[in-house]
């Protein structure tokens, strides 16, 4: 495989499920991004990992929860979802120079019923 | 605070036209970059093309290139001879100064949706 994957590509889940989303990437890259995109809104960092150090939390709800246990893998595990956490979500990484673009992944479509 | 605006939220184009998607931003740092990701109905965001602040030539990569005029603060992506493929959102986004010294943080605008007629 190359690039980013994700896992899944779509999921549905009810508001009392636990569940997680898996991400991949097999560049070398040190720096690993969790976003999501709602309908009609920008592209919105949740987190930033640097080296499997948690860098940045962008006020994202206790409900989504980031784990980076190597530089190669990153999953968001979700519990207690709200409906309006429906979206896509989306994972980048990045090589670690902090000057360099990101490469993202196919995206996780979450549906919250 | 930093702001990526695009003020094109659809684009009609005939194929093999040429098309100007516009993009104005606002910092207050020196020193950044600014990219162009598409994003396909299929969801996965690819990127562009990359234009940094301190380059003097206008970055371009095959069909794409990137309009860059600092005092203006604008970044608008040409794509020449445009293709059936090239149907998509268009992102505009640009990164601040450096934060940390191993990742990046980049904003993103709201995109444009581009259609390419036959």
């Known amino acids: 495989e190359t690039g980013v994957t994700q896992t899944p590509r779509h999921l549905v889940m009810g508001m009392t499920n636990k569940k997680s989303l898996k991400c991949e990437q097999h560049?070398?890259?040190?720096?690993m991004y969790w976003y999501k995109q709602s309908a009609k809104k920008p592209l919105e960092l949740m987190f930033v990992?640097?080296?499997?150090?948690?860098?940045e939390n962008n006020s994202v709800p206790s409900r989504f929860s980031p784990e980076c246990p190597n530089s190669s893998h990153l999953f968001l595990h979700l519990h207690t979802l709200q409906p309006e956490d429906s979206a896509l979500y989306l994972c980048?990484?990045?090589?670690?120079?902090?000057?360099?673009?990101?490469?993202f992944g196919p995206g996780t479509r979450l549906t919250v019923t | 605070a930093q702001k990526i605006t695009q003020t094109q939220p659809g684009m009609f184009v005939q194929e093999k036209e040429a098309v100007t998607l516009d993009c104005t931003y606002d910092?207050?740092?020196?020193?950044?970059?600014l990219f162009w990701y598409k994003q396909p109905s299929s969801g996965e965001m690819i990127f562009l093309i990359y234009?940094?602040?301190?380059?003097?030539q206008n970055a371009t990569e095959g069909r794409y290139s990137l309009n860059f005029q600092k005092a203006r603060k604008s970044a608008n992506l040409v794509i020449s001879a445009s293709q059936l493929g090239d149907s998509a959102m268009y992102f505009c986004?640009?990164?601040?100064?450096?934060?940390?010294?191993?990742?990046?943080?980049?904003?993103f605008g709201s995109g444009t949706r581009l259609s390419i007629r036959p």
């Open positions: 980048a990484s990045s090589l670690g120079t902090g000057y360099d673009e990101q490469y």
């Open positions: 560049l070398g890259h040190n720096a």
């Open positions: 990992y640097s080296l499997e150090e948690r860098v």
């Open positions: 910092t207050s740092d020196q020193s950044y970059g």
């Open positions: 234009q940094g602040s301190y380059d003097e």
């Open positions: 986004a640009m990164r601040g100064a450096i934060k940390y010294s191993s990742a990046s943080k980049i904003i």
